[in-house]
C-alpha cells in the first residue's frame, strides 16, 4: 500500500483572541486558553498502488486536511499515516509558488523541492511550457497570473516530474473547459502508467471519471468508503435531501401547502434572477429518473422528466410552459416549451394549478454541471408576454458515460469502412 491511514485525527487549537496564544506560550501551555478543533477524527484507509481515490464532501468536512497530511505539510495529532513515493501535489491555489519569481523559475524551484537537478528539470522543462500554453507569461512573475494560469502551470509541473502519487485538490474547477479536459485526459494517462492519484472534487461527474474509490467524509469522519458509483449515490440523495428540508424550512407560506397533489413540484432550489409580469408563476420544478425519483445526478444516454408547476394569478388565455438548458459557462445550450412539442393547452384560470412532464432522452453529454430554468408565458412561439422566468432554478450534474466525449457531446455514430459496416467491436 502507498497510502495507509491508520486512526488518523488532527486538530487545530482555536484561540478566541491572540492575548491567549501568548499566555499559553508565556506559561508553556501550563495554562490552557484555546479549545481544540477537530478537522479529522479515526481515519482509516488503504490505497493501492496505481489506484485512483477520490475524497468528497462538504466545505468543512475535512477533505483538504487530509490531502495535506498525505503531501506531508501537516502531521496528525493522533494515529498514523504512511505514504510510500513521491508526491506531487496540487492544494491551494498557487501553493508552493513564489508570486514574485518568474514562471521559469518557479518551475525549477519546484522541481528542486522534489530533488530534481537543474540538468534533469531542463530535460523537462519544454515539455511543461507546451503543456501550460501560458506564452510568454513564463517570463513573467507570477502575481501577474490569472488564475486560470497559475493552474495551468502548477499542473504542467506536477504530471511531468515523474509523480508517483498525485494530489489533486479542485484545482481544475479554476481551469476552462478546454484545459480541463486534457487535464482529465492527462489523469487517466497516469492511472494507466501506475501513478497512484487522490482527488477532492465537488463535480461528481469528474469524480466519477476519475474514482474506482470514493471516501466521503462528514464533519471530519468517514460516512463512506465504496466504489464511487455507490458512494456518489449516497451523497447526491443526501445532498438533495438536505436541500429540499431546507427549501420547505424557507420558502413562502403560499408556495407549499398540505393540500397540494403529489404531483405538484413545490419547490425552486435556486434563483439567480427573475423577470416577468407576475400574471402566473413557476411554483416548482424537479429533475427526476426513470423511475420517477428526484435526482441529482443525470447519467449520459438515459431519460429524465424535468417537472415544472405553474399556477395562474390571473387568467392566462395561451399558457406557453418551457424550460431552458444551460451549462456551466452559461451558455444556452437547449431549451423546448409546449408549444414547440406541439402541445397548445387550454386556458388556464385565476388560482389554476398546472403541471407539465417533459420526458427527454439524454445524448451523452460531457461531464459537468447543467442548470435549468423554468418559464411560462402567455402567447405563441413569436409573439408572447413572459408572466415568470427564473434563471438557472436547479443544477444538476452529468455523469460520465461508457467513452470519452470530445466538445460538447457525442453524436450517435455509425461506421463504414471501405463501404462495409465497421464491427460493432470496433465501435
Same mark, same amino acid.
Given at each position: 500500500?502507498?497510502? /495507509? ?6 486538530? $487545530? !487549537? ?11 506560550? +508565556? ?45 506531508? &505539510? ?5 494515529? /498514523? ?26 518551475? $525549477? ?19 511543461? &511550457? ?23 502551470? %502548477?499542473? +504542467?509541473? !506536477? ?8 494530489? *489533486? ?40 471519471? &476519475? ?15 465504496? @466504489? ?36 405538484? %413540484? ?13 400574471? +402566473? ?8 429518473? +426513470? ?13 429524465? @422528466? *424535468? ?13 406557453? *410552459? ?15 416549451? @409546449?408549444?414547440?412539442?406541439?402541445? %397548445? ?20 453529454? $460531457? ?7 423554468? !418559464?411560462? !408565458? ?29 466538445? $460538447? ?15 460493432? @467491436?470496433?465501435?
Amino acid at each position: 500500500m502507498v497510502v /495507509n491511514f491508520h486512526q488518523v485525527a488532527k486538530s $487545530y !487549537a482555536i484561540y478566541e483572541k491572540p492575548a491567549q496564544r501568548l499566555v499559553e506560550l +508565556a506559561t508553556f501551555n501550563r495554562l490552557t486558553r484555546h479549545r481544540d478543533f477537530w478537522a479529522l477524527r479515526d481515519i482509516s484507509f488503504e490505497i493501492p498502488r496505481g489506484e485512483s481515490f477520490c475524497v468528497i464532501g462538504e466545505n468543512g468536512s475535512g477533505k483538504s486536511t487530509l490531502l495535506q497530511i498525505v503531501a506531508g &505539510i501537516l502531521h496528525p495529532t493522533s494515529g /498514523n499515516a504512511q505514504v510510500q513515493g513521491r508526491v506531487a501535489a496540487l492544494l491551494e491555489l498557487g501553493s508552493g509558488f513564489n508570486p514574485e519569481f518568474t514562471g521559469r523559475d518557479n518551475v $525549477y524551484l519546484n522541481g528542486a523541492i522534489l530533488g530534481f537537478s537543474s540538468s534533469r528539470m531542463d530535460s523537462v522543462y519544454q515539455r511543461i &511550457i507546451e503543456f501550460a500554453e501560458i506564452g510568454d507569461f513564463i517570463h513573467q512573475p507570477v502575481k501577474t497570473y490569472s488564475s486560470g494560469m497559475v493552474v495551468r502551470l %502548477a499542473f +504542467a509541473v !506536477a504530471i511531468h516530474v515523474d509523480p508517483e502519487i498525485l494530489l *489533486v485538490d479542485e484545482a481544475l474547477a479554476v481551469g476552462d473547459i478546454y484545459f480541463r479536459q486534457r487535464c482529465l485526459r492527462k489523469v487517466h494517462e497516469l492511472r494507466t502508467r501506475g501513478v497512484t492519484i487522490i482527488f477532492v472534487s465537488h463535480s461528481m461527474g469528474d469524480v466519477k471519471a &476519475i474514482g474506482k474509490r470514493t471516501l466521503w467524509l462528514e464533519q471530519g469522519r468517514i460516512r463512506a468508503l465504496d @466504489t464511487t458509483d455507490r458512494v456518489v449515490a449516497r451523497y447526491l440523495a443526501a445532498m438533495t435531501e438536505k436541500d429540499t428540508h431546507y427549501a420547505e424550512e424557507h420558502s413562502e407560506p403560499n408556495e407549499l401547502t398540505t393540500t397540494t397533489p403529489h404531483a405538484l %413540484a413545490t419547490t425552486i432550489p435556486n434563483i439567480d434572477h427573475r423577470h416577468g409580469d407576475g400574471r +402566473a408563476s413557476v411554483i416548482g420544478i424537479a429533475i427526476l429518473d +426513470a423511475d420517477g425519483n428526484p435526482t441529482a445526478l443525470m447519467e449520459p444516454a438515459s431519460r429524465i @422528466t *424535468v417537472r415544472i408547476s405553474v399556477r395562474a394569478e390571473q387568467a392566462i388565455p395561451r399558457p406557453n *410552459v418551457g424550460f431552458m438548458l444551460r451549462n456551466h459557462l452559461g451558455l444556452d445550450f437547449a431549451g423546448t416549451n @409546449t408549444l414547440r412539442e406541439g402541445h %397548445a393547452m387550454p386556458p388556464m384560470a385565476p388560482g389554476e394549478l398546472r403541471t407539465i412532464d417533459f420526458h427527454l432522452d439524454l445524448p451523452q453529454l $460531457y461531464p459537468g454541471a447543467f442548470s435549468f430554468s423554468p !418559464a411560462i !408565458a402567455d402567447g405563441n412561439l413569436t409573439h408572447y408576454q413572459m408572466c415568470d422566468w427564473i434563471d438557472n432554478a436547479i443544477t444538476l450534474q452529468m455523469g460520465h458515460g461508457t467513452g470519452q466525449v470530445y466538445g $460538447y457531446l457525442h453524436l450517435p455514430c455509425r461506421l463504414e469502412i471501405n463501404g462495409q459496416p465497421a464491427p460493432e @467491436t470496433m465501435a
